[in-house]
């Protein structure tokens, strides 16, 4: 019976850290090709901003010289 219970917690270790390793993809941003900034995409400024903003992952818009804003800090994942 001991060993059943090793092998379930085995398994549901194995699920937490493929749920874990999922939330490691990287996240897309709005990014705003005006001023720079990337926000979250439940962002306030970010659903504001239709015209300027579009969707990128968090590198792309790092690579292209974004900056975090201030209010979401450019990622939902905190
Ligand atoms: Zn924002």
């Known amino acids: ?3 059943l219970a090793a092998i379930c917690l085995l398994f ?4 937490l850290q493929g749920a874990a390793t999922a939330q490691e993809k990287e996240e897309t941003v709005f990014f705003n090709v005006r001023s720079h900034k990337y926000h979250c995409l439940t962002c306030g400024y970010a659903q504001r901003c239709t015209a300027n903003c579009i969707e990128l992952l968090i590198s792309e818009a790092k690579k292209r010289g974004g900056m975090p804003c201030k209010i979401c800090g450019g990622t939902c994942r905190r």
């Open 12 to 15: 549901s270790l194995c699920i």
């Open 1 to 3: 019976m001991k060993r």
